[in-house]
């Protein structure tokens, strides 16, 4: 059926029919070829278990969905290329998410998106994707956090495999995940982990400004597709790193703890070059 169109099916001769009966087969056939206009919009049945961002929205409202309801831990959900979906909420859940382009982006303490591991339920890790000729990655949404301790872990795959146009790049720290202090710029004040690709191994820093100084110090090795767990506290007037267990103390350049300026820092490569190739990297927030 197209939409916009009445069509009588050939055993139905129209001019043989009654008037009212002609009318109310009409009116029938035009409100299903409206009603599947919808289907331009991709839509799935619910009981098919798939549910794709058609627009940028709220994860709590329907119209964000194909599936035109909220998603539940039995549906794949799909987040499509320019849609941002916010997530407000702690409820917020599926069966597996699959980035198509799209980003999800969280607003409110204890926001989160849980998925289905076997028999319980934990929170879906976001994969963030630097694009190949990029530094930004995908999920830089500007959002501003209270945390004074920021947990999290983090999964690289082989694309963290590099090498740099220029040799001397090679030791170039790339960013993983922080953010910025002291009620300013995070060029001048931030503190977030770091990484390389670096003698065959990847490299994870401390990695700060202090007064607009930048100040690094490698905390160890990360194994592929492996997860770790980092921690990242405001400790008075430092800094204190954890990684693999081990805390680093760096010193930071304000007393500043409460603020409600701090934003969240995000995967960034680079240095001095763009990334080479596309990296992805898997954030689970704790």
Not at 85 to 113: D, E
Not at 212 to 238: C, F, H, K, M, P
Not at 243 to 265: K, N, P
Request: net charge neutral; charged share 15%.
């Amino acid at each position: 059926m197209s939409i916009g169109r009445t069509y009588l099916s050939s055993p139905i001769n129209a001019r043989m029919m009654h008037p009212f009966l002609y009318i109310l087969l009409v009116l029938l056939l035009t409100q299903t070829a409206t009603r599947s206009s919808v289907a331009n919009s991709h839509y799935v049945k619910s009981s098919d278990g798939n549910c794709e961002s058609v627009q940028s929205g709220d994860w709590t409202n329907p119209a964000t969905w194909s599936c035109n309801r909220l998603p539940t831990i039995d549906y794949l959900v799909t987040i499509n290329a320019g849609h941002i979906i916010t997530v407000s909420t702690h409820t917020a859940q599926a069966k597996q998410i699959i980035y198509r382009g799209g980003i999800i982006q969280f607003s409110g303490t204890g926001a989160n998106v849980f998925v289905k591991n076997g028999s319980s339920y934990v929170v879906a890790p976001i994969i963030y994707r630097i694009r190949a000729g990029q530094q930004y990655c995908d999920q830089s949404a500007l959002v501003f956090t209270p945390k004074t301790t920021l947990s999290f872990s983090a999964t690289f795959d082989n694309s963290a495999i590099y090498t740099s146009q220029s040799p001397e790049n090679q030791n170039d720290i790339n960013k993983l995940y922080g953010f910025s202090d002291c009620n300013t710029h995070h060029s001048i004040a931030s503190a977030r982990f770091g990484w390389n690709w670096r003698d065959n191994a990847l490299r994870i820093y401390a990695y700060c400004y202090r007064n607009g100084e930048r100040v690094s110090q490698e905390l160890g090795v990360a194994l592929l597709n492996t997860a770790y767990d980092y921690q990242l506290s405001i400790v008075g007037g430092n800094y204190v790193f954890t990684f693999q267990g081990q805390q680093t103390v760096i010193a930071r350049g304000c007393t500043l703890v409460e603020s409600t300026q701090r934003y969240l820092l995000y995967p960034y490569f680079g240095g001095d070059e763009v990334a080479p190739h596309d990296i992805t990297i898997a954030i689970t927030d704790k």
